[in-house]
């Protein structure tokens, strides 16, 4: 529901009352025992000062309640933020009314959009459904259960676990009329991650290698459904569970080591850290950003061959990064603050809560997630 602004503007005049009400009786008891010195500690306007820079930031959104759903996920669709728990799955606009709503069985739900396509499929289990433009096109199940989905406009990707010896299967099946369209059948790693190339076909696969006593990430580009053999291929020692991609690049992240390939998987630049990495992220110019949690906490900034050009010490360890185009929101706590790829600090915004998502609908608005409450933010250009 939509706060008035009425209550945002009385909210805002009774904290600077107080505030000026503070400083006044506190000049006062310093003027009595012939001093001008006092203690800001004690008098806490740090808390207020935060308070009014708070409601300043909702003046220029809309807020909205969440009551309290059993969330599992949060996402941005067409404009709008898309709200999946364990038992639904609904569309809500800037104002906090509802576009679309359905009931959902799946367990353990996860969500994947990509498009017009929204996918909601059952964590190692074989139920999901797809939804297109408002409308519930197939609720189906597999006959494998699923470690992975990805939803495009040729196919919905699935990578199952196999019953029939291989260590995982690859599905194809139709995303209008879920029809298995063909599958790949995997039996020299664990793969656990599927991407679809924007270009063409094709489609990347990577996972956990495990054919040496070393443990190793193999990531793997095929042309098509149709085309069993990979046309590009590699294998990093170590394990590396995150990616990031932009149409030119895809960076790998692990524990404190970086890898960026191009589209053919050639390496364009690599980083090892004395850190743990906390969050990256991959820049439209394919710029990176990589954010580390060690003695100091730094955000550092590299350009697109991998050379640093800004690197920021942060006040506090960062739990996301969440990237549009070349825009880039640093999650920490229910504060998020938003840099470009050359690492200038453009605007930061907060809601109160104990974790905070963003979701970018463009490069002016995101909107703020917290547990209980949502912010369509304008986003400025300092």
Same mark, same amino acid.
């Given at each position: ?9 009385g909210l805002k005049i009774l904290i600077l009352i107080s505030l000026i009400a503070i400083i006044c009786f506190a000049v006062v008891i310093s003027m009595s025992e012939n ?36 969330? =599992? ?42 498009? +017009? ?16 433009? $408002? ?58 991650? !599927? ?11 990577? $996972? ?8 190793? =990430?193999? !990531? ?36 404190? +080591? ?8 050639d390496l364009v630049w690599s980083r090892e850290y004395t850190d743990n990495i906390t969050a990256a992220g991959l820049f439209e110019d394919s710029g990176a950003i990589v954010?580390?949690?060690?003695? =100091? ?86």
């Amino acid at each position: 529901m939509t706060k008035e602004k009425i209550l945002k503007s009385g909210l805002k005049i009774l904290i600077l009352i107080s505030l000026i009400a503070i400083i006044c009786f506190a000049v006062v008891i310093s003027m009595s025992e012939n001093t001008i010195e006092f203690n800001w500690d004690v008098l806490n306007l740090r808390s207020l000062v935060e308070k009014l820079h708070f409601e300043n930031s909702v003046n220029q959104t809309e807020t909205f309640d969440l009551g309290d759903l059993d969330i =599992t996920q949060t996402a941005e669709y067409d404009g709008n933020l898309l709200i999946l728990t364990n038992y639904d799955i609904r569309l809500i606009n800037s104002n906090g009314e509802e576009v679309w709503y359905f009931t959902h069985e799946i367990r353990h739900p996860v969500l994947n959009i990509n498009g +017009k396509w929204i996918l909601v499929y059952e964590k190692t289990g074989k139920s999901y459904m797809v939804i297109k433009d $408002g409308k519930a096109v197939i609720k189906d199940m597999l006959d494998e259960e699923i470690a992975f989905g990805e939803a495009t406009d040729r196919y919905l990707l699935f990578i199952t676990i196999g019953n029939n010896g291989y260590k995982r299967t690859i599905s194809f099946i139709s995303p209008e009329t879920g029809v298995n369209l063909g599958a790949l059948y995997i039996d020299d790693y664990y793969p656990y991650y !599927i991407k679809a190339l924007s270009n063409n076909n094709g489609f990347l696969l990577y $996972g956990l290698g495990m054919n040496s006593t070393n443990i190793s =990430t193999v !990531i793997r580009i095929y042309e098509s459904a149709k085309k069993i053999s990979p046309v590009a291929n590699v294998e990093i020692e170590g394990l590396y569970p995150v990616m990031y991609s932009n149409n030119s690049n895809y960076f790998f992240v692990g524990e404190n +080591k970086a890898f960026c390939y191009d589209n053919n998987l050639d390496l364009v630049w690599s980083r090892e850290y004395t850190d743990n990495i906390t969050a990256a992220g991959l820049f439209e110019d394919s710029g990176a950003i990589v954010a580390t949690n060690g003695e =100091t906490k730094m955000i550092k900034f590299y350009n697109p061959a991998g050379e640093e050009v800004k690197s920021i010490e942060a006040e506090h360890s960062i739990q996301n990064i969440t990237v549009y185009k070349n825009t880039a929101a640093v999650i920490y706590g229910s504060k998020a603050l938003f840099y470009d790829s050359s690492g200038r600090l453009i605007d930061n915004a907060s809601l109160p809560g104990i974790s905070l998502s963003v979701h970018f609908i463009n490069n002016a608005q995101a909107f703020l997630v917290t547990e209980h409450e949502a912010v369509l933010y304008n986003i400025s250009n300092k």
